[in-house]
């Protein structure tokens, strides 16, 4: 680049470049009139410092934002892609989306009774266990599933070992929670729990256990001593056989003292 | 005495050549400062670091309010920051050397310019140098019958490429109805609803460098081949926009 000096001052020169920019720079002993190849230039101080901080931290700021969306792009495809699902089928027929963490993703009605159970329902947050829990008790609730109904499950997923441990969960879980005796299926095992019946009636529990009258209060009047626990009146107890000695064996006949009058002959 | 500089710094910002000499009434507290960084007493006309230490200066007295404090504790600041500038400069160019500097034999004064330049034909080069610096000296008159002076228009001069090809595209247009640069010299005013609607430009951006426009209008009137001559890269740039 060349340029034309156009105005020579003590500290100061005014170039025009071959491009049509007019540049104050240092004077390095120019003189108007003069082609130079080299010229001094600074930043402009006072556009650097006007800079908002977007402005002046720009290139910083796109390379976080740059490495925040991929860390975001990586995270999403690891939060919110579906690693599996579970299909829970009452008369409602439910569709859930799980992720490799076990949160379901979406949940989704395939039929009109699956999309009024799930309707209003939050499934955001909640992991696979506890939104069919969840599902189930809602299922009751809105009288699609009663005592000796049956709700079935099926667990697909391109990993076995997840769809496996998928499986245990909701036999654990559901197993547990259903009040009634309901008929649970995980398709696909032989799995076929039967829930006792717990009758809601039977005071299963002692709920008010606090309120029981546990502590003996008159403890201390027992007729616990008048009890025959002992024998007290043990030294009056005819301990000794007194008739173990035939006191009269010396009457007793024992010699046949009329021998000699026995008829002999 | 603080009063004092501050008025004098007041007056000289809208005025250059005031500013300048400004820096020749101070030019003692310039070598002062300059001397803190390269620790010897600079010289006038061979150490461009006093060069450098003026112009810092002079930025100093156009930017100076007095919200930044005391105006020689500003000027300072300013010196210390475009020396700093100037040393991360030349240490990656490290090889470089100035032309300008003593060839070696210091007593006959000769720069390595001159001796470089020793057996060719000088005659041509001083012609060429004088009659650009005659065209150019003719071209700052003219500027100032618009009110124009070359430092107005430096400061105005667009810093964005964007602005700079919207800017030449303007002139492209002028230059191609030339009843137009009669109409600029006749009214010594801007014609910008015709640069507006003829080249698609922002009236925003030719109003904000409006000085810049009039004078590259003014620099494609008749009698400034010099200057147009060197701006040959004009129409180039154009072409990759």
Sequence with gaps: MKYMVMECGLSYAVVLDEEGRFLKVPNMGYEVGQTVEHIIQFPDIEATKKKSFLQRHIHRLTAAAACFCLLVAGSQQFLFSTYGTVRMQINPDVLLSVNRLDYVTEIEGLNADGEDLIDAYRSFGKKVDVVSDELSVLAMEKGYLDENGQIRFTVESEHEDWKRATEEILITTISVHLPESINVQIAGTKTEISIPVYDETENRYDDDWENDDWDDDDWDDDEWDDDDRYDDDWDDDDRDDDDRDDDDWDDDDRDDDDWDDDDDD | MEQNILSLVTAAQGDISAADNLVRKYLPFIKSETTKYIHRPPMEGQDDELSIAMFAFHEAIMRYSKEKGAFLSFASLQIKSRLIDYFRKEKRHGNVISLYQPAGNEEDGTTVLEKIDAGEDNISMQQIRRATKEEILEFSAQLQTFGLSLGDIAENCPKQERTLSACHSALQYAKEHPELLGIFLETKKLPLKQLTE????????????????????????????????????????????
């Excluded at chain 2, 426009?213 to 180039?236: F, S, V």
């Design chain 2, 198 to 241: 003829g080249a698609k430009a922002e009236r925003k951006t030719l109003e904000r460098h409006r000085k810049y426009m009039m004078a590259l209008l003014l620099a494609y009137t008749n009698g400034y081949e010099i200057i147009r001559g060197h701006l040959c890269q004009m129409g180039e740039r154009r072409g990759k926009t």
